[in-house]
């Protein structure tokens, strides 16, 4: 039986834990507070992310990392990418062997801008890990929970890895596809959440479905030319961590993303939205992060560079889709894109 050290007890940590549990795992997961601890172990719940699910026994909460980590084969990180450098860092000082580190966060580092493998990668001295692997996807934790059908994709560069992954999570209720372009998988998962507050946004200020689908064709559109810029394979954008998770970030009421950017179309101030929701909203800080590299990387996105003047700028939402409807007059196809294809095959 493979324990897993499962670090965050939010929604996502928590699901994927009753995943691992099903599974047949042996599952620590790290709490950093006493009394959440204590609801897991005794009331096996989690109400304040995962209301009414009952968590399995083979679930064990723990507050320190060293009794998580303790024999773990697996360690899977399940934090806000605002967290994650510092977590790493007390991670490592209680690490005695070398454990593969799987994570699953969707988000840039704030003022780094790095992808969530290269905090690991610089963090976590080789010594003390066997590899790393993302897992994403759209998979929404409160359906997840209750083992609705959900499809995910786990990517590492080298394929074995994946595949010990996929090995380690699929079952009848999560089916995981390997991918071997950890880069545009993480990019993906990230820059999604950008287009979500878009379309949660639109949906705020009272346009119609053609606006949603506008937003999430022509994102989609933009996380790809960036992707691809930064060195993703193309073809990840048209899988689960690109239209997959676009599809069911922009399209559900359980995105947080879509939630924040509702309320902000409803004239909601960002800083009020924030701390009304209880959870972490990654698109806002990745809106910054995706801003500042395509400006850096000379790369166009207009989306993103409309959302980023309303969240920080105060700029209208209004105004921001009467300046995205007024652009130049451009062609569909990228050539671009053409050229990278042709690369790859
Ligand atoms: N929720 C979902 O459906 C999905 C989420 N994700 C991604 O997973 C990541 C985590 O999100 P999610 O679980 O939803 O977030 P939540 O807001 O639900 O939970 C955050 C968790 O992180 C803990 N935490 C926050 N800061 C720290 C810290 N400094 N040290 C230790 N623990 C900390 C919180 O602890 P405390 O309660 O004590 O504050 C809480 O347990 C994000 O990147 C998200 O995009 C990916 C797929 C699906
Ligand atoms: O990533 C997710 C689903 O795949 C969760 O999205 P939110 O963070 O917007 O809730």
Redesign the pocket.
Same mark, same amino acid.
């Given at each position: 039986m493979s324990k897993v050290a499962v670090i965050g007890a939010g &929604? $996502?940590g928590t699901a994927l834990s009753i995943v691992l549990a099903d599974n047949g795992c042996e599952v620590a997961i790290y709490a950093r507070r006493q009394e959440q601890v204590d609801e897991i172990n005794h009331q096996h719940t989690n109400h304040r992310y995962l209301p009414d699910i009952t968590l399995p026994a083979n679930i064990v909460a723990y507050p320190s990392y060293r009794q998580v980590l303790e024999g773990a084969q697996y360690v899977l990180i399940a934090l806000p990418t605002a967290a994650i450098r510092t977590a790493l860092r007390e991670m490592v000082k209680e690490l005695d062997h070398c454990p593969l580190l799987i994570h699953s966060s *969707?988000g840039l580092e704030p003022d780094t801008y790095k992808r969530v493998s290269e905090m690991i990668a610089e963090e976590v001295p080789e010594s003390k890990r066997r590899g790393i692997v993302v897992l +994403?996807?759209? &998979?929404?934790?409160e359906e997840v929970s209750r083992r609705s059908p959900t499809t995910v994709v786990v990517a590492a560069p080298e394929l074995k890895q994946a595949e010990e992954v996929q090995d380690l999570f699929i079952n009848q209720h999560f089916r995981v596809y390997t991918n071997t372009d950890m880069l545009g998988v993480e990019i993906g998962?990230a820059l *999604? /959440?950008i287009i979500?507050l878009g379309a949660g946004l639109s949906d705020g200020l009272g346009y119609g479905d053609n606006a949603k689908a506008a937003l999430m064709t022509r994102g989609l559109t933009e996380i790809a030319r960036l992707g691809v810029q930064m060195g993703a394979h193309p073809l990840t954008f048209a899988g689960l961590a690109g239209v997959g998770?676009l599809i =069911?970030?922009c399209t +559900?009421r359980? +995105?947080? /993303? $879509?939630?924040?950017g509702y309320a902000i179309g409803q004239g909601k101030p960002l800083n009020e939205v924030l701390q009304s929701m209880g959870? =972490? =909203?990654?698109?806002v800080r990745t809106t910054k992060a995706a801003y500042q590299i395509a400006q850096d990387k000379k790369v166009e996105m207009p989306i993103t560079k409309e959302l980023y003047h309303v969240l920080f700028e105060g700029k209208s939402p209004r105004q921001a889709v009467d300046d995205l409807m007024g652009r130049g007059r451009t062609h569909e196809m990228e050539s671009r894109f053409f050229d990278d294809f042709n690369r790859y095959f």
């Open positions: &929604s $996502w *969707k +994403s996807g759209p &998979s929404h934790a998962g *999604k /959440n979500a998770d =069911v970030t +559900s359980h +995105s947080r /993303n $879509w939630r924040c959870m =972490v =909203v990654e698109g």
